[in-house]
């Protein structure tokens, strides 16, 4: 941690800031978490200890909830899981998320005390809990936990003062870090990582931060590298710039990112993109045609409509009938599309949704179209090296190569690769995957201008040979990586 520092940041309070230049792309420091859980809903599909989405998982066989890739991930979870083990079998059940994550912090405080390493740089009681900022609502429901904590937490542990139950569960509730995937593409879980409790907000930040697994694949558990989250600069940064990253998405506007901090982390931004409100324009803009522009009522009633139908699209999403979701989405971009902009948020959501659930159909044509308009959208918008974008950028870039669009395919994916060099490293699963994109879709791209025919027809008769499977099944934006700490639900 020689690479930061802990100062007073004006209006902010505590901060981080470079104690040194940092580029694009370097890693300021990385830290383990104090403990990690899988959420509820993944119990049974997520590894307990290596966090990584597999299709068959072996069952612990004493407490029969947590579920390990193998014998190797169990024996490497052993430590943290041990007194869960015996305590979700006393108790009957495992307890939600929360309680089992409070737990696990505080068993490791007994164990390790306040300063669990030497890289630390804050203790978990100077953290922030903002219990006192809470609504009335949320405030009987974390009493909740804490009850049916109480009644979970074994009578043979160090038993802890209410005062303290309640800080470690406050420190949680909104400094909860949302755990990814090994490919970091879904929320599988949450954990608590102090020094990243330091790093503030900023709405246009200079830094991102992405869970790196480490390497739980080696039989002997003291060859094992630990799970670990990794700052990474976006940007050039001097010595003595504060550090930042953003804790909701930049695609929401002004006000929605200002409520959704309030409510959730208890303050009120004051970057220079909220105070500004620095292209809120764009994202409920309407598109100019030859210096055309169309009236605000009639950019107003397009906005209502797409909203409208987004709801009902969603619907039909969450019921499994894709093809009703592609005829609302086509119905109403047939209407939207000549009135609203191509950086509209509505807009881009409706392509967003229409791309994914077309690649799901295998109507690729369609869906390369629609991820396209949805990524130059992005690119209006989002920083240039945002994951968002890199993300769907490759998105995209896939589809266009299912279309046989090799030559936007080839470019949307190394568009793709340059940001996530610089948001996830070489390193990642992700960018290793991108990697080998780039490589196969360069190769096909020198094919295709060599002999377009003939490029055409060997790709025909590979997927003849070779019948593409369906798509994995679209999801709700909610379930992706968007949002950077955890909420209780």
Not at 69 to 80: L, N, P, Y
Not at 135 to 143: A, Q, R, S, T, Y
Not at 184 to 210: E, K
Request: glycine share 6%; net charge negative; hydrophobic share 35%.
């Amino acid at each position: 941690m020689e690479n930061v520092a802990i100062f007073e940041s004006p209006g902010k309070g505590r901060g981080l800031k470079a104690t040194k230049e940092f580029w694009a792309g370097d890693v300021i420091f990385a830290e383990p978490s104090v403990a990690a859980v899988v959420f509820d809903s993944l119990a049974d599909r997520i590894c307990h200890s290596c966090f990584r989405r597999q299709e068959k998982l072996q069952k612990c066989g004493q407490c029969k909830f947590a579920h390990y890739c193998d014998r190797t991930c169990q024996r490497a979870g052993w430590a943290e899981h041990k007194l869960e083990c015996s305590a979700i079998k006393t108790h009957g059940k495992a307890p939600n998320e929360n309680i089992r994550l409070g737990a696990r912090i505080l068993w490791r405080l007994d164990k390790d005390g306040s300063m669990m390493s030497d890289t630390q740089m804050v203790t978990l009681e100077e953290l922030e809990d903002h219990i006192a900022d809470m609504p009335e609502d949320d405030l009987k429901d974390f009493k909740v936990d804490i009850h049916n904590f109480l009644d979970y937490w074994p009578r043979s542990s160090k038993q802890h003062t209410i005062d303290d139950t309640f800080h470690i569960f406050g420190v949680i509730n909104c400094n909860g870090f949302t755990v990814s995937d090994q490919r970091g593409l879904q929320a599988v879980g949450v954990g608590l990582f102090p020094n990243l409790c330091m790093v503030n907000h900023n709405c246009w930040p200079n830094c991102t931060v992405i869970l790196n697994h480490g390497n739980q694949s080696a039989v002997n558990t003291m060859f094992h590298s630990q799970r670990r989250i990794e700052l990474r600069s976006l940007c050039k940064i001097e010595g003595g710039d504060e550090l930042t990253v953003s804790y909701v998405d930049f695609l929401n506007l002004t006000e929605e990112r200002q409520k959704l901090l309030k409510t959730q982390y208890f303050f009120d931004c004051t970057c220079e993109h909220c105070k500004d409100h620095v292209k809120d324009d764009l994202k409920l803009g309407g598109l100019e045609v030859d210096g055309v522009k169309p009236t605000e009522e009639q950019v107003k009633e397009a906005t209502d409509y797409c909203f409208e139908m987004m709801e009902k699209m969603e619907k039909a999403r969450l019921n499994g009938n894709y093809h009703e979701v592609v005829k609302i989405s086509k119905d109403c971009l047939e209407k939207t599309e000549p009135v609203l902009a191509d950086t509209h948020i509505y807009q881009l959501r409706m392509w967003s949704t229409l791309s994914e659930v077309q690649a799901y159909l295998q109507l690729f044509d369609d869906a390369a179209d629609n991820s396209r308009k949805m990524v130059e959208g992005y690119m209006k918008l989002y920083h240039p090296n945002n994951a968002a974008l890199g993300m769907a950028a490759m998105r995209s870039g896939v589809t266009h190569w299912q279309a046989g669009e090799i030559e936007v395919g080839h470019g949307m994916v190394c568009r793709a690769y340059a940001i996530l060099m610089v948001t996830h490293g070489p390193m990642h699963p992700i960018t290793k995957d991108l990697e080998a994109m780039r490589m196969q879709t360069e190769m096909e791209l020198r094919m295709f201008k060599q002999n377009e025919y003939v490029y055409h027809s060997m790709r025909e008769a590979a997927l003849k040979n070779k019948p593409m499977t369906m798509m994995q099944e679209p999801r709700n934006m909610e379930e992706g990586v968007k949002n950077l700490f955890h909420r209780r639900k």
